[in-house]
C-alpha cells in the first residue's frame, strides 16, 4: 500500500508543475498588459510604466519571473491582486465557500438523480424507460454547459418566473456572513424568507452544473446493475422467492455501487472545473467568477494562484479517490 501511495504521489509533482507552467505561461499569451490596464484611459508616460514593470517585476525576463512565482508557492505566498491590492490566498478563501457550496448541490442533484435514472434504467432493460434515460443522459453529456444554462434562465426565468436569473439571494434580505454558506447563514439568520430566497437561487446553476454528472453516473449505473444482474447469486436469490425490490435493493445494488463510487469521485474535478462557467452564466460570486473578471482585468497574480488552487483541489481529489480506489479493490495497488 505504501509503495502504491509513493507512486500515485509521484505522479501528482510533475502534474502540479505542469500546471503552473500552464498557468503562468497562459495569462503571457493573452493580448495586452497590466500596466497600460492599469494606467486607464489616460494611459501612463514611459517613466511610469518603467517604474510600474520594475515594482511588479514585468521587466525581468520570463523564466526569471517564473523561478520567483514558483519561490514564493513555496512559502504560500501566492502574490497580491494588481487591482484589491489583498492577498490571492485571502480573496480565494473569501469566495471558495460560494463554489463548495454550488459544487455541493450539484453533485447531490447528480447523485440522486443518476443513480435513480440508471438503476430504472437497467430494471426496465429494452424498454421505453430504458431508451428514455439512455438518451436524456446522452443528452445531458453532450450539451454545453453555456447553452444548457441559457435555456434554463429563459424558460424557468424569463418565460415562467419561477427562479431568479441570478446572485445567491434577493437584495431585500440581509444575512450576516457565518459560515460563507448560504444555506446555513440563512437558517442561522431571523430574517423570515431568506432560506427559501437561497434555495430557490442555487435550483438553476445546482442543475446546470450537475448535469453532465448525472449523465455518467446515469450510464455508468445502468452498465455496473445490467452486469451484477446477470450474476449467479442473484438469480439465486430469485429463486428463493425474494421479491424484486429487495434482490435489487440488497443484492444487486450493493455491488453494483462500487465502481460508481470510484465514477462520483472523478466527477468532482468535473464539478470544480464546470463551476467556472456555471458562475459566469448565473453571475454566482464565487471562484469562477472571480477568475473571469482576473482574466478580463489582467490581473495577473489572482489568475495565476486562482488557476493553482483549483487545478491543486483537482489533483488531490483525484488523488484521494485513487487511494480510495485501491483500498477497495487490492488488485489496483499491483498494477503498473
Not at 90 to 111: D, K, Q, Y
Not at 201 to 209: E, G, K, R, T
Not at 269 to 278: F, K, Q, R
Request: net charge positive; charged share 15%; glycine share 10%.
Amino acid at each position: 500500500m505504501l509503495q502504491f501511495f509513493l507512486r500515485r504521489l509521484g505522479m501528482v509533482i510533475p502534474t502540479f508543475i505542469g500546471v503552473s507552467l500552464f498557468a503562468f505561461a497562459l495569462i503571457h499569451l493573452i493580448p495586452g498588459d497590466v500596466v497600460t490596464i492599469m494606467g486607464g484611459e489616460r494611459g501612463v508616460s514611459a517613466e511610469t510604466r518603467a517604474e510600474l514593470e520594475a515594482m511588479l517585476g514585468l521587466d525581468k525576463p520570463l523564466w526569471q519571473q517564473y523561478f520567483i512565482y514558483i519561490g514564493n508557492i513555496l512559502q504560500g505566498d501566492l502574490g497580491t491582486s494588481y487591482v484589491t491590492g489583498k492577498p490571492v490566498l485571502s480573496e480565494f478563501m473569501a469566495r471558495f465557500p460560494a463554489t463548495l457550496e454550488l459544487t455541493i448541490c450539484a453533485g447531490i442533484f447528480a447523485v440522486l438523480v443518476g443513480l435513480t435514472l440508471g438503476i430504472l434504467a437497467a430494471i426496465r432493460r429494452g424498454g421505453w424507460l430504458d431508451h428514455t434515460v439512455m438518451t436524456i443522459s446522452l443528452a445531458g453529456y453532450s450539451m454545453p454547459i453555456f447553452w444548457w444554462g441559457l435555456l434554463l434562465i429563459l424558460l424557468f426565468s424569463v418565460n415562467l418566473g419561477w427562479t431568479p436569473v441570478s446572485g445567491r439571494m434577493d437584495v431585500m434580505f440581509w444575512v450576516d456572513n457565518v459560515t460563507g454558506f448560504m444555506l446555513i447563514d440563512t437558517l442561522l439568520s431571523p430574517a423570515k424568507g431568506a432560506f427559501a430566497s437561497a434555495l430557490q437561487h442555487l435550483l438553476l446553476p445546482s442543475i446546470v452544473l450537475g448535469t453532465i454528472p448525472m449523465a455518467v453516473i446515469a450510464r455508468m449505473t445502468r452498465s455496473s446493475m445490467l452486469e451484477v444482474l446477470g450474476e449467479d447469486y442473484i438469480r439465486t436469490a430469485r429463486a428463493k422467492g425474494l421479491s424484486k425490490t429487495r434482490v435489487v435493493a440488497k443484492h444487486a445494488l450493493r455491488n453494483a455501487l462500487i465502481p460508481v463510487i470510484t465514477v462520483m469521485g472523478l466527477q468532482v474535478g468535473m464539478l470544480l472545473s464546470g463551476a467556472i462557467l456555471t458562475e459566469t452564466i448565473f453571475a454566482w460570486p464565487g471562484v469562477g467568477k472571480w477568475l473571469i473578471e482576473a482574466i478580463n482585468r489582467r490581473d495577473y497574480p489572482v489568475v495565476q494562484g486562482g488557476l493553482l488552487l483549483v487545478a491543486t483541489l483537482i489533483i488531490l481529489v483525484n488523488l484521494l479517490v485513487d487511494l480510495m480506489y485501491g483500498v477497495v479493490n487490492p488488485r489496483v495497488r499491483h498494477s503498473k
